[in-house]
T-cell receptor, first 114, second 112 residues
């Protein structure tokens, strides 16, 4: 999607290894989010950020950490990957103060933990 | 608790037939409501949104949705289905804050 990119697009990793996913935006939006998508569950919020170094937990935050040192980058880290974290991860951005209701999504990262 | 419920995880319609995807919400505050579409191996794309004002909202690709407060619903419709409409559709709401809560999705199949 224009203005928001995720990397990598695909990753296979072994159980117990750390993994970092990156979300980069060029829209200067204040809010950034990480969701995971699993069949039968829709999208569930992992963590979100409302500014540089300002982050908060979502409904499925256990086993994940995030960092936002710059407006444009939001990193999601799996400290020690488990098979239950095999999923598709989406980053999203929004700017409610600017009247941009709803999110713009990245194209996703498909993570497989073996 | 605030929630979004999509009735029917799979819906099949014939090409040219009416598309109706159901979404109900539970909220104590006036919600903003959204419909997103996801094509295979892609991210989510905003179809339409309701914030305030007119309760019938028109979106892209001929879709529309009507906010009915009395029924706590925001169903998505399209008069005539096209093969290109085959995708997964998600209803979502922010419930007055900056975090979107999603329904579990409805996969739409179009029968030729």
């Amino acid at each position: 999607d224009a203005g928001i990119t995720q990397s990598p697009r695909h990753k296979v990793t072994e159980t117990g290894t750390p993994v970092t996913l990156r979300c980069h935006q060029t829209e200067n939006h204040r809010y950034m989010y990480w969701y995971r998508q699993d069949p039968g569950h829709g999208l569930r919020l992992i963590h979100y950020s409302y500014g540089v170094k300002d982050t908060d937990k979502g409904e499925v935050s256990d086993g994940y950490s995030v960092s936002r040192s710059k407006t444009e980058d939001f990193l999601l880290t799996l400290e020690s990957a488990t098979s239950s974290q095999t999923s598709v991860y989406f980053c999203a951005i929004s700017d409610p103060e600017g009247g941009i209701y709803g999110y713009t999504f990245g194209s996703g990262t498909r993570l497989t933990v073996v | 608790a605030q929630s979004v419920t999509q009735l029917g995880s799979h819906v099949s319609v014939s090409e040219g037939a009416l598309v109706l995807l159901r979404c109900n919400y539970s909220s104590s505050v006036p919600p903003y409501l959204f419909w997103y579409v996801q094509y295979p191996n892609q991210g989510l794309q905003l179809l339409l949104k309701y914030t305030t004002g007119a309760t019938l909202v028109k979106g892209i690709n001929g879709f529309e949705a009507e906010f009915k407060k009395s029924e706590t619903s925001f169903h998505l419709t399209k008069p005539s289905a096209h093969m290109s409409d085959a995708a997964e559709y998600f209803c979502a709401s922010n419930f007055g804050n900056e975090k979107l809560t999603f329904g579990t999705g409805t996969r739409l199949t179009i029968i030729p």
